[in-house]
């Protein structure tokens, strides 16, 4: 099993539609997940923490699902902004700066 | 503030040639990070330093080396080049040591193309 792992998409929704993109990692001792945006050509850039079940920033939910060891991120009133590539975190256990990435899920936000 | 800065934007270099790839951190921060993103793929850790030390090290051969200087910018090398080294190359930084306690501030990146 991959350490981390995302369906690649593309998701290809309209402007106002709500998308949801899952995650699975392997490691039961992890504590903490991010989930970070890409733009074309871009570096990463961090977009929400998941510290214990979940999260929300605006029309942006990250759950976490321990027992099922996977993560997700909902994004509801899609706006055409928010076409990007969406990366999910997990970093190391037990010390240092790794993080390890799944392969990113593709959105596009039509009109 | 100034961010996570790197040199050069873009390079392009032969097979088997050398290149280094520079990295400044945010001010304050003491921790740099090296990944490598291939195209269609997340990025993959090469090295962490932390107050100039090597702390973690990913899965990659010895022609990839790095070192941090005492003013925590940090320099990746890569030897005996191969096209299959050809991606982007990300720097981040953050305040510690821990990557579930503190935020990766990434620069733009470094893209490579080995021909």
């Known amino acids: 099993r991959k350490e981390v792992e995302q369906d690649p998409g593309p998701f290809n929704v309209p402007e106002g539609a709500t998308v949801a993109f899952n995650c699975t990692y392997s490691n039961s001792a992890s504590q903490s997940f991010f989930w970070y945006r890409q733009d074309c050509r871009k570096e990463p850039k961090l977009l929400m923490s998941?510290?214990?079940s979940g999260n929300e920033d605006g029309r942006f939910t990250a759950q976490l699902n321990r027992a099922s060891q996977y993560i997700s991120l909902l994004i509801r009133d899609s706006k055409l902004s928010d076409s990007a590539t969406y990366l999910c975190?997990?970093?190391?256990?037990?010390?240092?700066?790794?993080?390890?990435f799944g392969t990113g899920t593709q959105l596009k936000v039509e009109l | 503030d100034a961010g996570v800065t790197q040199s050069p934007t873009h390079l392009i270099k032969t097979r088997g040639q050398h290149v280094t790839l520079r990295c400044s951190p945010i001010s304050g921060h003491k921790s740099v990070s090296w990944y490598q993103q291939v195209l269609g793929q997340g990025p993959q850790f090469i090295f962490q330093y932390y107050e100039k030390e090597e702390r973690g090290r990913g899965n990659f051969p010895d022609r990839f080396s790095a070192r941090q200087f005492p003013n925590y910018s940090s320099e990746l090398n890569v030897n005996a080049l191969l096209l299959g080294d050809s991606a982007l190359y990300l720097c981040?930084?953050?305040?510690?040591?821990?990557?579930?306690?503190?935020?990766?501030?990434f620069g733009p990146g470094t893209r490579l193309t080995v021909t």
């Open positions: 998941v510290y214990s």
């Open positions: 975190v997990v970093p190391a256990t037990g010390g240092g700066n790794k993080l390890t």
């Open positions: 981040a930084s953050s305040l510690g040591y821990r990557a579930g306690d503190y935020e990766q501030y």
